[in-house]
């Protein structure tokens, strides 16, 4: 039992180390990726603590040698998923009524684990089996993941400490609580971070989960599941299931129990799971709350007196760091007559510069796209391109799997403002351009705001600061964060809060109190500190 009132101290984000030639981190990176390649792992299913294998295996490899094999991944089915069931529910008595510092220490030690000895480790995993570069994978597979532990410890100090008012002879107050029933966590494979923040945040609240991590990502995935036993996550609080979407899905949504689902990945897949809960809402003993994050088709758009530069540049960054395959990646994008001349002899030339091949090779900017499925969905949009009386390719289009598989940066440019790339998402390294009149401003922005269903990132460029305010308020509803003069990519926890709307998700803000509210109960209570002794009012005398 606590003696006292634990406050988390507001924590710092993680610095990134530069890995930057002659530095000691690039000869320790290198030997960690040297290390981890040497041998083949055997990933299980983990219930209650206790490793599974199943049987039904699946080979890990790396997307940009997809020969080389990493190991092997058991996958879970029905009968895996109901003994993950019966170990949350068993498990969340005892994880409940742990006090919450507690569960909030586990945390802030798994964050200290992945920024200390396994640092190196876990950004050669991310770089191994997702083709991350060493800053791609530094800023999230160790920063953001670190951040995301220590602030949502923080933020929910914040959320105890937050009671309401009491007046004379009453003492008010609020308590909050897991939910009744089991969550359920489902990952995707570009962000170990997000694959480590949506189960723990889950269960900081008190709630135990079945976690199933994206098979594609599962490299990474695995260490942060053994990180965080090491950290001291007790048994049955987190059970990981990889598997296949509906062996794992469709048993877990027919369990009464179910109180919560948090997921990241595909706005079809998303609707689905959301379907299928309303389905069967008449099952459960709750009613599940539900958070997704679906995808985007971000856009920037220039101001005729945007910095051309300025525009080319966070155009490169935002379409092709980590190959396009971020939710928030820039994939369309409006410029104006006169200025896309410089532009595009800026981002082109720009582009020449760009090393596709083996993250290995520390001068490589780009990897490969994560998988052959994902390959073939971006080369049927490229070759769709290709044919198309309406789109000019004007740089990359190619691709090939032969070694990895391999898509590279495009840049096309069509003067249908709806065609087919400016509205689907692709999750690749393709940006496509639309130009507009000058005198068109307007109707471009109009566009920009009504030609995709998503709302997840958007960038707008000027120097014109009227015209900012004017973009800002004109596009308040076309993303869920939004940049000004910058790329519209890289949201770092407790300062850019990330989540969009449409059918880019519930918009409850990774990374910030709102979402960890979403998995939290409150209970008001009111104690009466002077009872009355008769039932009469005042005015009846």
Not at 188 to 196: D, K, L, R, Y
Not at 358 to 368: R, W
């Amino acid at each position: 039992m606590s003696t006292a009132y634990f406050k988390v101290p507001k924590p710092y984000n993680e610095p990134y180390l530069s890995y930057a030639p002659g530095t000691p981190e690039r000869d320790k990176l290198k030997a960690a990726i040297e290390q981890l390649k040497s041998k083949e792992i055997e990933i299980p299913v983990i219930i209650g603590g206790k490793a599974i294998k199943t049987g039904r295996t699946e080979n890990v490899v790396m997307p940009h040698n997809h020969k080389h094999k990493l190991g092997v991944v058991h996958k879970a089915g029905e009968k895996e998923v109901k003994l993950a069931i019966k170990s949350c529910l068993e498990a969340r008595a005892q994880w409940a009524a742990m006090p919450w510092e507690h569960r909030a220490s586990i945390l802030l030690k798994a964050a200290d684990i992945i920024t200390g000895p396994e640092r190196f480790n876990m950004n050669a995993a991310t770089m191994l089996g997702q083709s991350k570069t060493p800053h791609q994978s530094e800023i999230e597979a160790v920063g953001e993941i670190a951040d995301f532990f220590r602030f949502n410890a923080y933020y929910l100090t914040r959320i105890m400490s937050d009671q309401p008012s009491s007046p004379n002879e009453t003492w008010n107050r609020v308590e909050y609580r897991g939910l009744e029933g089991f969550m359920f966590a489902v990952t995707p494979f570009n962000f170990t971070a997000i694959a480590g923040n949506l189960p723990t945040s889950m269960a900081l609240c008190g709630n135990t989960v079945i976690w199933k991590p994206a098979t594609s990502s599962v490299y990474s995935s695995y260490m942060v599941m053994q990180i965080l036993e090491r950290a001291g996550m007790p048994p049955g609080v987190i059970n990981f299931l990889p598997g296949d979407g509906p062996d794992v899905g469709n048993p877990v949504f027919e369990d009464e129990n179910l109180a919560g689902l948090q997921f990241t990945g595909s706005t079809k897949t998303f609707q689905h799971m959301w379907k299928t809960i309303g389905t069967n809402i008449h099952r459960y003993k709750t009613y599940p709350r539900i958070v997704g994050e679906t995808g985007g088709k971000d856009f920037i758009f220039a101001h005729p007196t945007a910095d051309t530069t300025e525009v080319a540049i966070a155009a490169l960054r935002g379409a092709f760091e980590f190959q396009g395959q971020k939710c928030s990646a820039a994939s369309r994008m409006y410029v104006p007559k006169s200025l896309w001349g410089d532009i595009k002899n800026t981002l082109l030339t720009e582009m020449k510069g760009i090393k596709m091949g083996d993250v290995e090779d520390f001068s490589t900017f780009m990897g490969a796209v994560i998988d052959k499925k994902a390959f073939d969905n971006i080369a049927s949009y490229l070759d769709y391109a290709k044919k198309s009386d309406e789109a000019t390719i004007l740089a990359g289009g190619g691709y090939d799997d032969s070694t990895g598989y391999f898509v590279e940066p495009t840049v096309i440019e069509t003067t249908n403002p709806r065609f087919k790339t400016m509205e689907e998402e692709i999750f690749g390294p393709v940006l496509t351009v639309y130009v507009y009149e000058d005198s068109a401003l307007d109707d471009a922005l109009e566009l920009c705001d009504t030609t995709s269903p998503y709302a997840l990132t958007g960038a707008i460029f000027a120097k014109d600061r009227y015209a900012l305010t004017m973009m800002a308020d004109r596009l308040k509803n076309a993303a869920g964060n939004f940049y000004i003069n910058d790329k519209p990519t890289g949201a770092i926890v407790d300062q850019q809060p990330f989540g969009g709307g449409r059918a880019s998700g519930t918009n409850d803000k990774a990374g910030s109190m709102q979402n960890l509210l979403r998995w939290l109960s409150a209970r008001s209570i009111k104690e009466n500190l002077n009872p009355p002794t008769s039932w009469k009012y005042p005015y009846m005398g």
